[in-house]
């Protein structure tokens, strides 16, 4: 079976922006559902297991590009009493939907404190190595839901 949409694909991975190893390990996700992000997806359509994928995913098709807008500077009281506020901090607001918005701590000047929106890696050019580890097809259960789930059990 090759790599489509509605397949269950397993890989092992290794993520470097630049000369930096950013991120590695194995990753089950369901094709054509916007798992991951979606030059990587691309490079992957049509491959089976034991394929050996090197990609490089411009920002454009990865995080997106950097947008200065998403950084923001908010009032201290808009953070609940007990936050512990620091430099580097990630927090998650919502927006007006009710999905999860990641954002990040920049700095923190008297009761005003700057927050980036933007994903740690928007701007930034991906660079993949990939290897097909599994393709199966997803059950009904992972179509509904969108994603892949663990092997005998599910949460969300």
């Given amino acids: ?33 916007k798992n991951i992000v979606a030059g990587l997806e691309d490079a992957l359509s049509g491959k089976a297991v034991g394929d050996k994928v090197s990609v490089v995913v411009p920002p ?58 933007n994903h740690a890696l928007a701007g930034e050019t991906l660079n993949f190595d990939v290897t097909v580890t599994g393709v199966r097809p997803a059950t009904a259960e992972e179509l509904a839901h969108g994603h892949v789930h663990g092997e005998g059990e599910h949460s969300h």
């Fill in 1 to 33: 079976m090759n790599v489509a949409k509605d397949a269950v694909v397993s890989m092992d991975y290794t993520l470097h922006v630049e000369d930096e190893l950013v991120d590695q390990g194995q990753l089950d996700y369901l094709h054509g559902h």
């Fill in 60 to 117: 454009e098709k990865g995080y997106g590009l950097y947008d200065p807008e998403g950084v923001q500077v908010l009032e201290r009281e808009a953070f609940p009493a007990d936050a512990d506020l620091e430099e580097g901090a990630m927090f998650y607001a919502e927006d007006p939907q009710g999905n999860p918005m990641p954002f990040t701590i920049l700095g923190i000047e008297g009761q005003d404190v700057t927050v980036d929106f």
